[in-house]
């Protein structure tokens, strides 16, 4: 390789292999179990593989090693991938999702059909010039499917806006991606792994820079991680929630944490804890969500309050807090909800 193929190749491995980190933490770490980040980190583990398989094939100069000798039958498995994580998050109850491991056992069961029967470095041509084609359509297939699921349902989603968004820049991205592929040829599949490498870091930057945005589209599931917390916590928690209906403790814009704790004769710590680890939130969260909710009440029921004066009496210490707040939780204005009131 020359000088300047060293540094597309390395730019372009440096992308795949971040990618896997990131696939890695997502399928591994408990706190992303659920569904939807689950189906997004095997899609992003069967892309970064087809990556990775062009990067090597463009400065592949003897024998294929094992890797391409695989050819691409499980490039089968990335559309439907994408297609199922898109219904999880816009469609979690439907259909597909109810039965998606069915789904993708079927297009496993092909794949492993075409490994047998049609393998690779004895029908290399076939694979080359007709199955691969094939395959790069039904990619196409499902991400056009879920494109049109995601336009669908983007006016259905009022309070889930940023996660359409997310899926509608992904779907775009993806075909970017599917462009590069489809439409050139052997001899500069670089330029795939450069535009997924271009891509990436893209969505890496911004994903860790927004982080409030990142907590909505990769939503972390609630661990309970000691059992003999456990054990005490759903008690404490009543009793949390009783005291804050029943004493609107939230109205105070200056509560601490430990005047809770008092409330709840527990220990700041052990307060803490409870609201960290079992309940999933920081103090200051769960707070302004019981002052939130007040809010939303006061909007409904008092028409002629101000929306200043609606967040001072659901403990706000300023306008801009409650604004801030109410946007957060709301994906909306305080004046926006209540013209629609």
């Known amino acids: 390789m020359n000088y300047i193929s060293q540094i ?25 179990s659920n569904l939807n980040n689950r189906l997004f980190g095997i899609f992003l583990l069967l892309l970064n593989l087809r990556v990775l398989k062009s990067l090597f094939y463009a400065f592949s100069t003897e024998e294929p090693i094992w890797f391409l000798q695989s050819g691409p039958s499980f490039f089968l498995l990335i559309g439907p991938l994408f297609f199922c994580y898109t219904l999880s998050v816009i469609k979690p109850n439907s259909f597909w999702i109810k039965y998606w491991k069915h789904h993708i056992l079927f297009w496993l069961i092909l794949v492993v059909f075409l ?22 359509l039904q990619w196409l297939f499902f991400i056009l499917l879920s494109g049109i699921f995601i336009k669908l349902d983007f006016k259905s989603h009022k309070n889930n806006q940023i ?3 997310w899926l509608l820049i992904l779907t775009m991205a993806i075909l970017i991606i599917w462009t590069s592929y489809m439409f050139t040829s052997f001899d500069y599949f670089i330029s795939g792994s450069i535009i997924f490498s271009i ?56 509560l601490k944490l430990s005047e809770l704790a008092e ?8 307060l803490s804890k409870l609201i960290n680890e079992y309940i999933g939130k920081n103090f200051t969260d ?15 029921e008092n028409s002629l309050y101000t929306i200043e004066a609606i967040g001072h009496q659901s403990g ?15 994906d909306t204005t305080p004046a926006k909800f209540k013209a629609q009131q």
């Open 316 to 330: 706000f210490n300023s306008k801009s807090a409650f604004y801030k707040a109410f946007k957060r939780y709301t």
């Open 163 to 165: 996660k359409i968004k």
């Open 115 to 136: 490994i047998i029967f049609i393998p690779f470095k004895e029908y290399n041509n076939l694979n080359k010039t007709i199955i691969l084609p094939i395959i790069n």
């Open 286 to 300: 769960l707070i302004n969500e019981y002052r939130i909710k007040e809010a939303k009440q006061l909007i409904q």
């Open 199 to 254: 891509l990436f870091y893209t969505f890496f930057l911004f994903f860790f820079f927004r982080k409030k945005t990142t907590s909505k589209v990769f939503e972390k599931v609630k661990l309970k991680n000691n059992i003999i917390y456990s054990e005490k916590s759903n008690p404490l928690i009543n009793q949390l929630n009783l005291i804050m209906d029943n004493e609107r403790l939230f109205i105070n814009p200056n």
């Open 8 to 32: 597309l190749f390395f730019f372009g491995a440096l992308g795949v292999f971040n990618s896997f980190i990131v696939t890695i933490y997502l399928l591994a770490n408990k706190s992303y």
């Open 263 to 270: 409330k709840l004769n527990i220990s700041t710590h052990e």
